[in-house]
């Protein structure tokens, strides 16, 4: 995995553990836990540990309520993305597949998931950045 993943794990002092079954990855707030399901492949577990990194990282619940729960998934689906694909490597993937996300997936080390995240939260700041030129 990447450098600043485990340096992030380091600094958060987080521990890797493993399950078997059920969802890909789950972060434990408390004992500040990250257990990822047995047989990810590398890009699975690669972009799974930067998803659950972002809760660790954004301070979010184990077992928040409900109407939180959609929130904090976005939210650690946009640090995830925001940590594993930069404009510079996205632009490289690009050139070289044109708008083909798995292409670009493929390219970048990443899920189409992260890719669709990182295009949305790329067109919301050119969306901002053009709004606050015309002002």
């Not at 958060?12 to 078997?20: M, S, V, Y």
């Not at 990822?36 to 577990?45: A, C, F, P, S, W």
């Amino acid at each position: 995995m990447d450098r600043e993943i485990y340096r992030l794990i380091d600094e958060l002092g987080i521990r890797i553990t493993e399950h078997a079954g059920g969802e890909q990855g789950r972060w434990y707030d408390k004992p500040r836990v990250i257990s990822l399901r047995k047989g990810l492949n590398y890009i699975e577990r690669r972009c799974t540990v930067a998803h659950e990194l972002g809760h660790a990282a954004l301070g979010h619940m184990s077992s928040p309520p409900p109407w939180l729960r959609p929130r904090q998934e976005r939210e650690a689906d946009a640090f995830a993305a925001d940590l594993l694909v930069s404009s510079e490597t996205y632009a490289a993937a690009e050139d070289l597949h044109g708008n083909h996300h798995g292409a670009i997936a493929s390219e970048l080390y990443v899920t189409r998931h992260l890719v669709d995240v990182w295009q949305r939260r790329w067109q919301c700041r050119t969306d901002d950045f053009r709004t606050h030129e015309r002002l």
